[in-house]
T-cell receptor, first 113, second 114 residues
Framework: DGGITQSPKYLFRKEGQNVTLSCEQN?????MYWYRQDPGQGLRLIYY???????QKGDIAEGYSVSREKKESFPLTVTSAQKNPTAFYLC????????????FGSGTQLSVL | GQQLNQSPQSMFIQEGEDVSMNCTSS?????WLWYKQDPGEGPVLLIA?????ELTSNGRLTAQFGITRKDSFLNISASIPSDVGIYFC??????????????FGTGTLLAVQP
């Protein structure tokens, strides 16, 4: 079955540690996105990528990094520079011509120890 | 970054009641979408609207693209317990453009009592 998979479901980060969240899709979608969700708030865009080897900063990119070496994969690294990393992270993908019709993964809950 | 104003923030209703929620913006959008998020999961697309004044249904759900292009409405008729979740509106300014970047509303939490 086609879909978008995020792992792990739960992740804990120690002070000063970098952690990487995985996002893989087998939908043959060109565009992929990372969003951050805090309780009671909407989704805020961290990074997005329209094609392989290219990505752009979203509204809250500071303290995060990404790579897009393969069409299927768009991992997000939460660096030690992100001082408030506790949140629910959502990965999404779409064909570039789908006009907003995003397919979301089931999310990763990141917490700080 | 910009976020859309969505209301109400939460709703607690009885099964069988109808529900209405809306989303407003100070900016004009070319696309409006409505997503539903179950607890601990990612949002799922419910309805997409691409034309001002457009009214679209998906089962018991009906959504409208406001004529001013600055608002959208979602109605749920005869609510059932599985309607529970957070409903998000989202707007897109660049129709068919180089980016599908969406701006999301703050969400409406819906609770349905059997």
């Amino acid at each position: 079955d086609g879909g978008i998979t995020q792992s792990p479901k739960y992740l804990f980060r120690k002070e000063g540690q970098n952690v990487t969240l995985s996002c893989e899709q087998n939908l043959n979608h060109d565009a992929m996105y990372w969003y951050r969700q805090d309780p009671g708030q909407g989704l805020r865009l961290i990074y997005y990528s329209q094609i392989v080897n290219d990505f752009q900063k979203g509204d809250i990119a500071e303290g995060y990094s990404v790579s897009r070496e393969k069409k299927e994969s768009f991992p997000l690294t939460v660096t030690s520079a992100q001082k408030n990393p506790t949140a629910f992270y959502l990965c999404a993908s779409t064909h570039s011509d789908r006009n907003g019709k995003l397919f979301f993964g089931s999310g990763t809950q990141l917490s700080v120890l | 970054g910009q976020q859309l104003n969505q209301s109400p923030q939460s709703m607690f209703i009885q099964e069988g009641e109808d529900v209405s929620m809306n989303c407003t913006s100070s900016s004009i959008f070319n696309t409006w979408l409505w997503y539903k998020q179950d607890p601990g999961e990612g949002p799922v697309l419910l309805i997409a609207l691409y034309k001002a004044g457009e009214l679209t249904s998906n089962g018991r759900l009906t959504a409208q693209f406001g004529i001013t292009r600055k608002d959208s409405f979602l109605n749920i008729s005869a609510s059932i317990p599985s309607d529970v979740g957070i409903y998000f509106c989202a707007g897109q300014m660049n129709y068919g453009g180089a980016t599908n970047k969406l701006i999301f509303g703050t969400g409406t939490l819906l609770a349905v009592q059997p």
